[in-house]
Nanobody
Framework: QVYLVESGGGLVQAGGSLRLSCAAS????????MGWFRQAPGKEREFVGA????????YYADSVKGRFTISRDYAKNTVHLQMNSLEPEDTAVYYC???????????????WGQGTQVTVSS
């Protein structure tokens, strides 16, 4: 079992920045990919980006590319999502997730955090 806890959400004005964190515990040695997803009211959950264990390779959804950056603190078993140039369309509940495969489709993420709300005001 892998346990994930997100933090860092909040309210920010358009153009501002936020950094989300996801602390992992448990059987983290089995995790190859850490991903971020988001879900806005009335919409399906969508992929934001992911990072691979070891190499630190990352990939992002087109909608956030160039604005969001994922990084990993191996010593603390924590993954961060740095979000810059935020737009009202980024408003959503953000979830981190863990997968034992890479690359991983959404259905291959076996463990999920509880989510953290990000609200971007115009």
């Amino acid at each position: 079992q892998v346990y994930l806890v997100e933090s860092g959400g909040g309210l920010v004005q358009a153009g501002g920045s936020l950094r989300l964190s996801c602390a992992a515990s448990g059987r983290t040695f089995s995790v190859y990919a850490m991903g971020w997803f988001r879900q806005a009211p009335g919409k399906e959950r969508e992929f934001v980006g992911a990072i691979k264990r070891g190499s630190g390779s990352t990939y992002y959804a087109d909608s956030v590319k160039g604005r969001f950056t994922i990084s990993r603190d191996y010593a603390k078993n924590t993954v961060h999502l740095q979000m810059n140039s935020l737009e009202p369309e980024d408003t959503a509940v953000y979830y981190c997730a863990a997968s034992s495969t890479w690359p991983a489709g959404v259905t291959e993420y076996e463990y999920w955090g509880q989510g953290t709300q990000v609200t971007v005001s115009s």
